[in-house]
């Protein structure tokens, strides 16, 4: 099902199909929010054709008759299904810097928001169990498939990407072998589920968490819908608590003004005043 | 008219974007994006150095960042750059493409529908076809399509495969680059 698309020029879906799919997948899915650049949408739903093998003439007309099910496949492709562990090696690195000077007592709830791969959640798991942090967090994804989260914990990693991975994982823990925590079953990788089972998939909007990670998941929405999932984040956040966002994103803080950048991290913000 | 320079390179063309941006005089009123292949950790000095050899605006944009004239923006390490019609910037961390983020290929294809004829995208030296689809999306859509002269670059397989596609209107060395970019601007 899932191919290397890594040297695949990318043939792009007519605008027309795109847009008709958009809007099915909206009338099924009326809370998700999907990307708003029509380029990217017909490049990913390019791939999502050729990875679901379903003709491009016949998708509109296969979403309409199966609707939830193959909507929520297709917004799990309209961002990406690929899983590189410890993607932006200098993040990881700042993570761990932040996780060793502020989290160090009480069990502490995280936050991994708009999940659609499990890429962040790996590399966190492995993080935390190497910084004998385990049993420090009680974790929680939430997103906008529940097809992903699922599969995500069901631990099968798609399209892994093991070389550029082992690189980044010696990068950021030179110590960590990364076949303590994936091993191979039907020519798929998997993650060992020892360190998945006590991840769950969120079922209270009202709790609160200490650490919301939310890296790279607002790319490709409209500025309206960034604006809505961040805000969702800040009421999510624990006061003083810490929201950690993608290297080339910036939170509006005038907007959100009960966030506040951590001086020496762009892409932190903490939630109360520096001070507090 | 809304007209941009695309600029794509790869290994032995950060020195010749070098000497294509300090050519560049401080009156330019377009945008250029210039997409590179660079190391994913390498994140603070690319930029910096290009700001030392020319007066202009030049940034690593920021997500949604609004498109503005008289700027150069250069693809951020690790990200695939998206122009959109709304003209602002979107990146994205997809799956490499061409074995390469950020992709040549992904830029220039976004920006020949957006500006459509009114673009210029040059190719520079490098080691894979990153960015040979893109410039023939670029003189699809109308617009002018410029190969480094192969006996120019250090790895001339980028532009090679532009001319072997046929997606190049003119071969040139780097000093006629320069005039065609100010012919362009002005």
Known sequence: ?276 | MNKAIVIGGSAGSYKVVLKLISAIPKYMNIPIFICLHRLRSARSGFSETMRAKSPLRIIEPLDKEVISPKTIYVVPANYHMYLTSEYTIQLSVEEEVNHSRPSIDITFQSASELYKENLMGIILSGANNDGAFGMKKIKEMGGITIAQLPSECEISVMPECCIENKSVTRIETTNQMIESIKNFIF
Not at chain 1, 104 to 111: A, S, Y
Not at chain 1, 142 to 164: C, D, H, T, V, Y
Not at chain 1, 195 to 207: A, G, P, Q, T
Not at chain 1, 259 to 267: C, H, I, P, S
Request: hydrophobic fraction near 40%; aromatic fraction near 10%.
């Open chain 1, 1 to 276: 099902m899932y191919r290397d698309y890594t040297n695949i020029p990318v043939d792009y879906i007519n605008q027309n199909t795109a847009e008709r799919v958009i809007q099915i997948i909206k009338e099924l899915k009326p809370e998700s929010i999907l990307p708003s650049n029509l380029f990217f949408i017909r490049r990913r739903l390019s791939l999502a054709v050729t990875g679901l093998q379903i003709p491009e003439e016949e998708l509109s007309n296969i979403l309409k008759e199966k609707g939830y099910e193959l909507a929520d496949k297709l917004i799990y492709f309209l961002s990406s299904d690929i899983t590189e562990l410890f993607r932006d090696a200098d993040m990881w690195m700042m993570l761990e810097e932040l996780l060793k000077n502020t989290y160090h007592q009480n069990k502490k709830n995280l936050l991994l928001a708009e999940t659609t791969r499990g890429e962040e959640l790996f590399s966190l798991l492995i993080l935390l169990n190497e910084l004998n942090f385990k049993d420090h967090f009680k974790i929680t994804i939430e997103g906008p498939s529940i097809w992903a989260l699922n599969q995500i914990l069901e631990g099968e990693i798609k399209n892994f990407k093991l070389r550029s991975s082992l690189l980044n994982l010696k990068n950021v823990l030179k110590s960590a072998e990364l076949s303590k925590y994936t091993f191979i079953k039907n020519n798929a990788y998997y993650f060992n589920p020892d360190y998945l089972k006590e991840v769950e998939i969120e079922n209270s909007k009202l709790k609160q968490y200490d650490l919301i990670l939310c890296r790279n998941k607002v790319l490709q929405n409209s500025i309206k819908d960034t604006e809505r999932i961040y805000s969702k984040c800040q009421n999510k956040l624990a006061d003083h608590g810490f929201l950690i966002i993608g290297t080339a994103e910036r939170l509006n803080t005038t907007l959100f003004n009960n966030l506040t950048n951590v001086f020496k991290y762009e892409n932190i913000y903490k939630k109360g005043k520096m001070n507090e």
